[in-house]
């Protein structure tokens, strides 16, 4: 169930199927306009869902989010939308590490900046410390690192990295990179990551959690 009042709408997602959630959130951000909030009720904080717009909407606003427990087990999220690109555009773009630079001081921060149905491409930017921890979602990676240094895991093996380094990770083994220096990295996925593989990285970053 969803309520508008002014500039700000609210969805409560507890009567949900859990698999229609991110879809129906979604759906309410694309309707609004720059500025505009989206509430989210559940019970508990939707540290899945922060996960998920970041790596899905150009246009969300993530350093504005901010979440409260108004009553004993009713969590609410509160999204906003920024200014951006449109979502799955297919013309040119033309943009860099320093324009799209977003770094968050609670996980790494992917931005999105390309997007089609069959692959995502971001800049990611990951605090010296933070990490993507290792999962092993059905996905192609590709990652160039730009700036920083850190480890990067990929199947078995584990090495560290450094500007100009390439990792390319086939869907189905396992990945993950840690930061030692403050990183930045183009980021490439194919396909785009579904609700599961946001799930499993929101719940190890939860945990504190890298392999």
């Known amino acids: 169930m969803s309520t508008q009042n ?47 717009m970041k790596h899905e909407r150009r246009d969300f606003d993530a350093s504005a989010y901010r979440a409260f427990e108004r009553a004993p087990g009713e969590w609410v999220g509160v999204f906003t939308k920024r200014a ?3 979502e799955g555009r297919t013309g040119p773009v033309m943009t860099s590490f320093e324009k799209e630079r977003q770094y968050s001081d609670s996980a790494f921060s992917p931005v999105p900046v390309y997007s089609t ?8 930017y990951i605090k010296a410390g933070q990490f993507i921890p290792v999962h092993t979602p059905g996905i192609d990676l590709i990652f ?3 700036s920083g240094r850190g480890v990067a895991v990929a199947g078995d093996e584990k090495r560290e990295i450094s500007p100009g380094d390439i990792v390319i990770v086939p ?40 392999e």
């Open 6 to 52: 002014g500039d700000q709408t609210e969805i409560d997602v507890r009567g949900l199927p859990p698999h229609e959630r991110h879809g129906r959130v979604v759906e309410l951000f694309e309707a609004m306009k720059p500025g505009e909030s989206l509430s989210v009720v559940n019970d508990h904080e939707p540290v899945h869902l922060v996960a998920f």
């Open 171 to 210: 869907r189905g083994v396992r990945r993950g990179i840690l930061a030692k220096t403050d990183m930045e990295a183009l980021h490439v996925v194919s396909p785009p990551p579904g609700d599961f593989d946001h799930e499993e990285v929101s719940r190890k970053i939860a945990a504190g959690t890298f």
């Open 144 to 146: 160039v690192v730009q």
């Open 84 to 86: 951006g690109s449109p």
């Open 117 to 124: 149905p069959s692959y995502r491409v971001l800049i990611t």
